[in-house]
């Protein structure tokens, strides 16, 4: 698991976007360590969207800067991954050219890719469904898809928005799991939205709680329990309670 | 996880229901005309039809050709527009969806020319090309190319938005994002042009031949009008109609192959 004294990967200054007078993000600063899995949680049209729009760079910030390692965030340069919401397979690709997907346009020779790809599908359990089409597999599988599609390029920053909103507790329990694990396997840079305080305590090492419009930091919540995490822990629990607290605090 | 094929079973009633609707149609057919409810004058009965097919496989009275030779004149008129109409439209429509440069160049045009019927610029062939092939195939052009742009057009902005974000955030350039992306997800609905544009062009062969022709499926059909013979009207009607769905299966058959993960 990665050390508190690890390096600085992201550090995110003053980010502000308006959209004409309507101030959205406003004046967040922040840094992930390398190899960290940070949570945003936040209420509900507080523009998380805009704000990983913003970090993925699809959308240009008003104000401040997004540095990966120093240097100013770039898709073209710098390895980012973004899971989003909704499944985003291409339907005309088979599983395994899927997962391939982002490591292609990366340029990655073809030998690596397939290896790379047969490793993370292994992790996440997609060999057996290598071959299929998006359209023959289940909506879960669909999601691991771009997950693993999104660990594949060895991102320096992956940015995952509610990725198991859609999905049912169960499975969700079951996809958290497997993503805290390719998480410690890969070493990976990992920013995970979510809206539900119970996931972000489950998979996260540091919990950032968002306020209302316009957006900035409430508060920083540091989640130092041993993994496997037990949901039913008493200190999980409190912490549980007082990531609720903050967001019931407005 | 075992995924297997699944074999849906048609019931029995769904398979036999497109023979039997058809065995009905001509049946039906015969009777009116052979019981004189509809007198032979104004309709050629079905059978007498395919006596008058087979008598003209050889004969080249009364319209001075033979069968082959009034197919294959269509076929080569059909196919040179339909493959021209193919070869421009849809390379046109694929980026005028993707560069917003080439829509705004060629939009307005477009627009004017689309809902001129392609009949309508008969008198202006004549001028341009005589009466021989090329002004046929012209005709047949501008009547297929108008569904090619429009659906490799519309195909192309209907590309999911979060599957070009996703393209993005890896880094993928516009170039990469039109040819892995839109393309791709544009194909349906440009396989939908085919066969549209196999439809436009296979229903205006005979404003076509309506040009001064010497053969061609068109030239049989107003032939069989003006020496009063519905039975020849009938078979080159018959002949338009079977040709173009033959045609229209084949595109069918191919693109289900092609779209394999689309379309299932």
Known sequence: ???????????????????????????????????????????????????????????????????????????????????????????????????????????????????????????????????????????????????????????????????????DVKLRYYLEDELVNLWRKLGSTVLFVTHNIEEAVYVAERILVLTNKPTSIKAEIIVDLPRPRNLIDPRFVDLRKQVTELIRWW | MAYKEVEVKQPLMLTILPYVSIIAFFALWELVVQTGFIPDTLLAAPSTVVKTFIVKLHDINPDGATMGTHAWTSIQEAFLGYALSLLIGIPLGLCMGWFKVVEGLCRPIFELIRPIPPIAWIPLTVFWFGIGLTGKVFIIWIAGIVPCVINSWVGVRMTNPTLIQMARTYGASDWQIFTQLCIPSALPMVFGALQLALTYCWTNLVGAELLAADSGLGYLITMGGRVARPDIVVLGMICVGVSGAIIGFVIDQVEKKLLAGIRR
């Open chain 1, 1 to 167: 698991m990665p050390t508190q004294e690890a390096p600085v990967k992201i550090r995110v200054n003053n980010l502000t976007k308006r959209f004409g007078d309507l101030t959205v993000l406003n004046g967040i600063n922040f840094t992930i360590k390398k190899g960290e899995l940070l949570a945003i949680v936040g209420p509900t049209g507080c523009g998380k969207t805009t704000f990983l729009n913003c970090l993925s760079k699809l959308m240009p910030a008003t104000e401040g800067e997004i540095l990966i390692d120093g240097e100013e965030a770039n898709p073209r340069k710098h390895n980012i991954s973004y899971v989003f919401q909704e499944p985003t397979c291409l339907p005309w690709r088979t599983v395994r050219e899927n997962v391939a997907y982002g490591m292609e346009i990366k340029r990655i020779p073809k030998r690596e890719c397939e290896e790379r790809a047969n490793q993370i599908m292994d992790l996440v359990g997609l060999s057996s469904c290598a071959d299929l089409y998006p359209n023959q597999v289940s909506a879960s599988m669909m999601q691991r898809i771009a997950v693993s599609r999104a660990f594949a390029v060895n991102p320096d920053l992956l940015l995952m928005d509610e990725p198991y909103g859609q999905l």
